[in-house]
């Protein structure tokens, strides 16, 4: 109870249910006997929120600020806290739109055939152990026969790693078709050698394919 109107009903209900006098009920809740007889002065204000509500009606997509300025040139000069609490109590306020979303990358799906071996998808994941120290896996999966392939787990994995793990299962398996990564910044490296996947391989990161930065990088 922290409003003055709360406490009034509180000792209110303490005089009505357990017949207390105004003065020890006061000092039950807490509250100011002043305050337990004051009367509010205040008008209901009809015609001032009559007009806020039709105001609102015609423009449907206006705050109290520009209802407010609305407000001014009919020559109703009140204050702006004033219009915002009137704006508030008859429940006016407008809901607010949510921001337009994008899509990133293309909505296709790779083109790829049902056999395995043509495409591979490659995720880092993350986790520590108990003392703290944290460790990254590097998982290539295939797509099509959802195998997963190898997983690399160490501390730290850099590029030259990662292109090492891939020429040995690539002199293992042969080369995909093409590889699928959602990653940003794991497989941008330079130290990709010419002989890590064949030339006609196609890089799709975060669903677009990249062929002439892959040829040229990889």
């Not at 449907?60 to 040139?73: A, N, P, S, T």
């Not at 990564?181 to 130290?191: I, K, Q, V, W």
Request: hydrophobic share 35%; charged share 30%.
């Amino acid at each position: 109870m922290v409003t003055p109107t709360a406490k009034r009903e509180a000792v209110a209900h303490l005089q009505t249910v357990l017949g207390m006098s105004e003065r020890r009920a006061c000092a039950v809740v807490g509250a100011d006997r002043k305050s337990m007889r004051y009367r509010s002065c205040r008008g209901d204000d009809g015609d001032l929120r009559s007009r806020l509500r039709e105001l609102a009606q015609q423009r449907r997509r206006f705050g109290y600020r520009r209802l407010h300025i609305l407000l001014l040139r009919d020559g109703l000069t009140i204050n702006r806290k004033k219009t915002q609490r009137l704006y508030g109590e008859e429940g006016l306020t407008v809901r607010r739109r949510k921001g337009r979303r994008r899509a990133v990358g293309a909505r296709a799906p790779a083109p790829v055939l049902a056999l395995p071996n043509q495409r591979w998808s490659l995720d880092f994941v993350h986790d520590q152990l108990a003392t703290g120290r944290r460790f990254r896996i590097l998982n290539i999966v295939d797509d099509v026969t959802r195998e997963c392939l190898r997983a690399v787990l160490d501390t730290s994995i850099s590029g030259r790693r990662v292109v090492r793990e891939l020429a040995d299962l690539i002199a293992a398996r042969g080369a995909p078709k093409m590889i699928v990564s959602d990653n940003g910044t794991e497989l941008r490296t330079r130290c990709l050698p010419g002989r890590a996947l064949p030339a006609s391989s196609a890089l799709y990161r975060a669903g677009q394919a990249y062929p002439e930065r892959v040829r040229r990088e990889l």
